[in-house]
């Protein structure tokens, strides 16, 4: 990480989950930080414990021990500025796609007409202006990344969190959400932290951090 504040920084991060008298232990020990601009790729196979530590960079989930910290997305009640990108479906399905991107900006509390308008050149951004009345289901699964995308970038966030984006899209599809997502970021001046068990698409970023079994085994300074 360079510069001043980081956008999130994690302190001996431990994150335990209990089942009844179970306990797994999903992060050990894990300090990171994340600057301005950065574009990061969280590698690691399935069970490492991606998912949980973006969920805790997100704010989304608390630490068991540690600290999670936002220095620079400070905000009264919760870190501000932080969009997320989901491995799965995550539209809303009884709204069409302008209104899924317009989401955000209404809850935001933009009227109506600013928040579509809005919307609808994120929906450019991402190529999908032409889809916007339609339905969730009627698109095919990289549409709708390319529009959760969108979602994302409307609120003009300064962290952007993708977890897995394209774990469930074929190559071509995948190769284009992460363009679009790092495209995204590079124009809006947004730090991007993307997780993948794919190398191919960690190859995309210049700072790789790998996960093993609930650590941060390697690249995190
Ligand atoms: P990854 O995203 O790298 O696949 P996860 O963060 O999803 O890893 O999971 C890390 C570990 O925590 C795994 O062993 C997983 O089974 C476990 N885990 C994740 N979420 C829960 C949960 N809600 N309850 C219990 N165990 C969980
Ligand atoms: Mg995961």
Known sequence: MTGASPLVRCDAVRRVYRAGAAELVALRDVGCAVGARELIAVTGP???GKSTLLHLLAGLDRPTAGSVCWPALQHPLRPSGIAVVFQGPSLLAPLDVAENVALPLLLLGADD???REQAMR?????DMADLAGRLPEELSGGQAQRVAVARALVSGPRLILA????????????GQVIDLLVEAARSLGAALVVST????????????????????VAGAA
Do not use: I, K, N
Not at 164 to 172: C, F, N, R, Y
């Open 122 to 126: 994120a929906l450019e951004r991402v």
């Open 46 to 48: 399935s069970g490492s």
């Open 163 to 174: 977890d897995e984006p394209t774990g469930q899209l074929d190559q071509a599809s995948a």
């Open 197 to 216: 068990h794919d190398a191919g698409v960690a190859g995309h970023f210049p700072v790789r951090w790998r996960m093993d079994h609930g650590s941060l």
């Open 113 to 115: 007409r600013e928040a």
